[in-house]
């Protein structure tokens, strides 16, 4: 890899000992996908931040970086934390577990992070635009700001978040290069000219990123104007149920004002086509089971919006979610905060809803509740729930995410 001075200096150490094994660390990397040089990033979004993933090997990475003196030199934000960062005990959060979370906590402190603690940093101050270069991982949020916003990140992995963070560099390759960016498979909504409505956005996605793998889909076809939080909804279960980081939305991908500019110089390899039965028999994938008990409601995956916990303040409004059903909203703290303030976080705990801050359902230890059954309305959590939560899992709509808690049962 060709190297700039000050790159070159921050490798021989010029910078410290944490730069320099940032930049070691870096360049194997940029040499692993046969990048030629680093490219510098306006941001970094860091993933090794939980520590039910991370376990005391990610612990000690973070206290290591901290120990050496490590400081971030461009904005860099965390993914969740792996428990409510505030009421942990109230959700039953194991003193130990909470002691390693706090270590965590600690370290990033110390190195200057922005403590976010959440899967949407563009919605926290850390929006890119357009052509913009970043360094993020979560997967949810790399795929939103390639596919909505048009910026440049691959799905960066643990500690090599770290690492870009702390020179402020990430390996061209990949999603940085305009020429890995153009479409590859054809995407053709065939449902008619129906607005998809919002439930149906993560159901899509979650079709997407099980059928294009590693390719980059072009999608035509969708009407209406789909709001942030559907697109959100969208990005996060495509990208979970499949490596998917880019897919290019005809008439909303800056990149894709038109089919052809998404393509470019290519030709589609392959044309999937999306239609009812597709959306119906997706819908029925992401649920282990078709009904009975519900032990858990758990919605806000990527974290909910404060539109989203009004929408949900209006479902419940009146109602009383039943004796053995618990119900949880994930969302940031500044969610939290609005929601206090708007009068949402009291109305919704008189009913039985509880707000969960800056962690969510598949990163803290929801296991010491027992629970068998849970319901979402994101597929992003359809999909991890068995496998993180040891649960089953029921896909619904919002309403139908209310209704089942109100009675207890699907
Ligand atoms: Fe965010 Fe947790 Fe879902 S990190 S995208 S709420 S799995």
Not at 135 to 140: H, N
Not at 152 to 159: D, F, G, I, K, P
Not at 361 to 382: H, R
């Amino acid at each position: 890899m060709i190297l700039t001075r000050e790159e070159e200096a921050m490798l021989l150490g010029e910078e410290g000992e944490a730069v320099k094994l940032a930049m070691e660390i870096l360049v194997m990397e940029g040499d692993k996908f046969g990048a030629k040089r680093l490219v510098p990033v306006t941001s970094a979004h860091i993933v090794l931040a939980m520590y039910k993933s991370i376990f005391e090997a990610g612990v000690e990475v973070c206290e290591k970086f901290a120990a050496m003196g490590a400081k971030f030199r461009v904005p860099t934000t965390l993914d969740p934390s792996g428990m409510d960062t505030e009421n942990w005990r109230a959700f039953k959060t194991p003193d130990e577990y909470a002691e390693k979370q706090l270590r965590i906590q600690a370290a990033y402190e110390k190195m200057g992070a922005i403590m976010s603690w959440t899967c949407l940093p563009h919605f926290m101050g850390s929006m890119p635009r357009f052509g913009e270069h970043v360094g993020w991982t979560e997967s949810s949020a790399v795929a939103f700001i390639n596919s909505v916003l048009g910026a440049r990140s691959n799905r960066e992995t643990a500690v090599i978040d770290i690492c870009i963070g702390l020179t402020g560099r990430t390996p061209e390759y990949g999603l940085h290069l305009t020429e890995s960016r153009y479409g590859q498979v054809a995407v053709v909504m065939d449902i008619g000219d129906r607005e998809l409505k919002s439930w149906e956005y993560p159901v899509l996605g979650y079709f997407l990123g099980k059928e294009l793998g590693s390719l980059i889909g072009v999608v035509d076809g969708l009407t209406g104007s789909p709001k942030m939080d559907e697109l959100k909804s969208m990005m996060a279960a495509a990208a979970a149920s499949g490596p998917l980081a880019l897919v290019h939305l005809v008439g909303i991908t800056p990149e894709a004002r038109v089919r052809q500019d998404a393509f470019g110089p290519n030709k589609p390899i392959r044309v999937i086509t999306v239609t009812e039965e597709t959306l119906k028999k997706t819908r029925a994938e992401m649920c282990t089971v078709k009904g009975g008990r519900i032990d858990l409601v758990a919605v806000g995956c990527p974290h909910y919006s404060i539109a989203e916990i009004q929408n949900l303040n209006r479902l419940v409004a009146g109602r009383k979610v039943a004796a053995n059903t618990e119900f949880w909203v994930y969302t940031t703290k500044q969610v939290r905060d609005l929601a206090e303030r708007m009068g949402y976080y009291r109305a919704l705990a008189e009913v039985g809803v509880k707000i969960a801050t800056e962690t969510c359902m598949l990163i803290s230890p929801i296991e010491t509740w027992g629970f068998k059954t849970l319901m979402t309305d994101s597929g992003k959590c359809a999909y991890y729930a068995p496998m993180q939560c040891g649960t089953d899992v029921i896909f619904g709509s919002t309403e139908e995410c209310v209704e089942a808690a109100i009675s207890g049962r699907v």
